[in-house]
């Protein structure tokens, strides 16, 4: 199913890319949206501990500002989630290893230009830009809390998180 899913989103982009092709690069503003694929990956870490990412799919707003038909600046945000299970290793207790799992979220916000060697519907050009990454792996970084709460179907609920 996952992968129906995806043909039916890589064929609907590349229909609507299709339509792109036709507009000018006068100034002015442009606004898109890209699709970010992130392959399943699986790191070891020195002393026994690793980590398998699974593949997901995320997107990138943008704007740009083409300044000529040569020269544009564009500016916007990536983001992903994505699954992940670790297994632990102490590194004080040989053979000690628990299990987690969660989510990853990576967001970057990013400024680049974009300059085409030739006027022309088609054209070679070059992109530089710069961004920085924000990453939460949604692994607790404190002690356990207990917290209790009224619940108006259930009554008062209390739980470990």
Avoid: H, K
Wanted: some cysteine.
């Amino acid at each position: 199913m996952r992968s129906q899913t995806i043909s039916i989103v890589a064929a609907a982009c590349c229909l609507l890319s299709a339509g792109a092709n036709a507009q000018s690069r006068d100034e002015g503003w442009e606004f898109g949206i890209d699709l970010i694929y992130q392959n399943s990956q699986d790191v070891e870490f020195e002393g026994g501990t690793n980590v398998e990412f699974d593949s997901d799919i995320g997107f990138s707003l943008y704007g740009g500002l083409r300044l000529s038909d040569r020269l544009e600046v564009q500016f916007g945000v990536d983001w992903l989630r994505a699954d992940y299970d670790v297994s632990f290793q102490s590194a004080t207790i040989p053979g000690l290893m628990f299990d987690a799992s969660g989510e990853i979220e990576q967001i970057t916000p990013f400024v680049r230009g974009n300059f085409n060697f030739i006027d022309g519907p088609i054209t070679p050009y070059i992109t530089a830009g710069v961004g920085y990454s924000f990453i939460d792996t949604n692994i607790p970084d404190g002690p356990p809390q207990t917290g209790c709460w009224w619940d108006p179907w259930y009554g008062q609920i209390c739980t470990t998180f």
